[in-house]
């Protein structure tokens, strides 16, 4: 069984920019009605991938995730997904020995910057860097898939 555990971060400074070794732009959709898990296409543009992800919050969740034809995720993007798109671009971290994915994302999700660090077990320590802020793992507004629906310029700087 595939299982995902993972910490999510708002970012304190721009200090990580130093240390990207790659960056992908991307674009996902989410397909409707998934109760108990959350499931979505991804494209580069060169690659694509399906996902299913169980929807608990917190750091451990179920996640499968397969390749499939570009021109078939393109298709699933414009047809098939509930809701506007995500647009981000994932840049791949080397730090304090964790790679870190950090997402700059683009659109009504503009002005958001969520790093995240996959880890072998929940209880795994992590030296976190000084550019990590504010632990937003247990918080579903910063899950891709809430951000479709709430997109973070409508509730930023509230509460």
């Known amino acids: 069984m595939a299982e995902e555990i993972e910490r999510k971060f708002l970012i304190a400074n721009d200090v990580w920019r130093e240390k990207v070794g790659r960056e992908m732009r991307m674009r996902q959709g989410y397909f409707a009605g998934g109760r108990r ?6 494209s580069n543009g060169q690659r694509a991938w399906i996902n ?13 995730e397969y390749e499939i034809p570009v ?5 699933m993007l ?3 997904c509930e809701g506007a798109l995500i647009d981000k671009t994932r840049f791949w971290v080397e730090d304090r020995g964790h790679t870190w994915e950090v997402d700059v994302f683009h659109g ?8 995240e660090v ?10 976190l860097p000084e550019w990590i802020g504010e632990e937003v793992t247990d918080d579903v507004r910063y899950y891709n898939v809430s951000l479709v629906e709430n997109p973070f310029s409508r509730w930023r700087g509230k509460s």
């Open 71 to 75: 021109g078939d995720a393109e298709v």
């Open 118 to 127: 996959e880890l072998a077990s929940i209880t795994e320590v992590v030296d």
């Open 78 to 80: 414009k047809k098939l």
């Open 108 to 115: 009504e999700n503009s002005g958001l910057v969520i790093a």
């Open 52 to 64: 299913l992800k169980s929807r608990e919050s917190g750091m451990r969740r179920l996640e499968f």
């Open 37 to 42: 898990c959350s499931m979505r296409v991804r």
